[in-house]
């Protein structure tokens, strides 16, 4: 057991998002399903109450604690891509089954978990400073999914 767990409120659907991004991102399993010793507010004895997993190297808890809570975009996982390809096929998987696109290399999933696909030629750009990382910048603000080709013309001038 990790000393540290992100703990993440599912509305009874913890198993089908841990599965999900088991099978989308790389470094991700479920690890363990545990259900439900006895009646609770937002289930019954043997729902599944919480799910184990791992999502991109990174230790999680899905609860599925009912509807009282909402995911926001106050918290994200930001998932660095090395070219267009990867960025696509991650974008693709969560705008494509149920999710949505936002701006700036931000989308939500299905159950409403914010993601940032966000290019390591991004991060890079920003870290450049100065006129490249201002012109990147402005390039990515037009953006939902991040263009690379678009962000490496930006970084040119």
Not at 15 to 23: K, N
Not at 68 to 81: C, D, N
Not at 87 to 114: F, M, N, P, Q
Request: glycine fraction near 10%; aromatic fraction near 10%.
């Amino acid at each position: 057991m990790t000393k540290n767990t992100i703990c993440l409120w599912f509305d009874g659907e913890a198993e089908a998002a841990a599965r999900f991004y088991a099978e989308v991102f790389p470094d991700s399993r479920v690890i363990a399903v545990h259900r439900a010793p006895g009646d609770y507010p937002a289930g019954r004895e043997g729902d599944v109450l919480t799910v184990d997993f791992v999502v991109a190297g990174i230790r999680c808890i899905g609860l599925n604690g009912g509807p009282a809570f909402r995911h926001s975009e106050a918290f994200s996982f930001q998932i660095a891509t090395e070219d267009q390809a990867e960025t696509d096929r991650y974008w693709d998987a969560i705008v494509g089954h149920g999710g949505e696109e936002s701006a700036c290399g931000w989308c939500k999933d299905r159950w409403g978990l914010s993601w940032q696909i966000t290019p390591r030629v991004l991060t890079d750009a920003m870290a450049a400073g100065g006129e490249e990382a201002r012109r990147a910048f402005q390039a990515m603000m037009g953006m939902r999914k991040i263009d690379v080709a678009a962000i490496e013309a930006a970084r040119r001038g």
